[in-house]
């Protein structure tokens, strides 16, 4: 079985190739009808312990838009509240006979846990683990860059090499950033992470990026800045700067956009905290690509889907779509 568990394990080739095929998935969107057969008579579980509006609405539309049949399963209002433990979950799931897994879940290494267990037959996707990584994730955020920097037709079987990109604010939290590092670099762009040293990794200085404290200086060399939510409900008080010292450093507004190249583009994974880590003038302006993200992670995990599960399928590009 092939699982996604880490961004880190993938070659420059595979994700150069989820990266194409996330783009044959966006042409069908472009289609009046959006569906593929692809997954037809495959079922696939997304299995949340923790909350997600974008990852989870992201993975069950192009889940459909394969034509899987899809469970959805939320720790909340499930017997989990009951001590029910994950390897009972997943033998539950495996019964019913699942072909996939989506998991998230706030113990970094359970999806791990779950794809090297005898538990279940199934593969399995990380939709988030802790602090540890969200693959999916950096995946939707360098289809996003590929297409803003180098085009959507140019950037078919390109990589991002020599592209910088500068990750803003609370990396100590942020599976979002250590996923994007790691791609990231494997994609041959710069990284540079810009945070307060309270909100940084132990061993970020062996991490494939360089780290910096000082926001302005940075901007004007950045193709595309990345926000990260101050993730406080991961946190003490001890950690946390107040509000306004945040801001003041590290928050960005239409003042500090303005250093940025007139191509640099403003990303944010959600969801994002408007007046902190970023301003509602940048949020709205047209260089942040906040909801186009969204979008392209239907595509992304379309593809992720198709790659894993399609099998012998058909490539995308000549599927019929389906009408129901
Ligand atoms: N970006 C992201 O993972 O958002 P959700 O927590 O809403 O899924």
């Known amino acids: 079985k092939r699982h996604l568990i880490s961004a880190a394990d993938l070659t420059r080739d595979d994700a150069v190739l989820i990266l194409d095929t996330a783009e044959e998935m966006a042409r069908v969107a472009d289609r009046p009808i959006k569906k ?16 997600s509006t974008r990852t989870r609405i992201s993975f069950e539309a192009a889940e459909k838009r394969l034509s899987a049949d899809v469970i959805n399963f939320t720790a909340k209002g499930s017997s989990v509240s009951k001590g029910e433990s994950l390897k009972d979950t997943a033998q539950t799931l495996e019964a019913m006979g699942v072909d996939a897994v989506v998991i998230r879940h706030g113990a970094s290494g359970a999806p791990y846990r779950l ?138 507004d239409g003042e500090r956009m303005a250093r940025m190249p007139e191509h640099g583009i403003v990303m944010h994974p959600g969801p994002m905290v408007r007046g902190m880590e970023i301003t509602a003038e940048v949020a709205d302006s047209d260089r942040c690509t906040v909801i186009e993200q969204v979008a392209n992670g239907v595509h992304t995990r379309m593809a992720v889907l198709y790659l894993l599960l399609g099998g012998n399928e058909p490539a995308v590009s000549h599927a019929r779509p389906v009408d129901s």
């Not at 593929?36 to 909350?51: K, M």
């Not at 996003?144 to 950037?155: I, K, S, Y």
């Not at 710069?190 to 040293?197: H, K, Q, R």
Request: charged share 25%; aromatic share 6%; net charge negative.
């Open 115 to 252: 794809a090297t267990s005898d538990w279940i037959d199934a593969a399995v996707i990380n939709a988030g683990d802790g602090t540890h990584q969200h693959p999916t994730q950096a995946l939707l955020d360098a289809f996003t860059m590929r297409r803003r920097l180098v085009g959507r037709d140019a950037g078919l079987g390109q990589d991002l090499a020599g592209k910088r990109i500068t990750i803003v604010g609370d990396v100590l939290h942020s599976r979002v950033a250590r996923s994007n590092v790691d791609l990231l670099h494997t994609l041959g762009a710069e990284v540079t992470l810009v945070a307060p040293p309270t909100l940084l990794p132990v061993g970020v200085d062996h991490w494939t990026c360089d780290v910096s404290y000082d926001l302005d200086s940075v901007l004007p060399k950045s193709d595309a800045v990345m926000m990260l939510r101050v993730q406080r409900e991961r946190m003490n008080a001890a950690f946390f700067p107040t509000e306004r010292e945040y801001s003041r450093r590290y928050g960005l």
């Open 36 to 51: 593929l057969p692809t997954l037809r008579g495959r079922t696939v579980v997304n299995l949340f312990f923790e909350d």
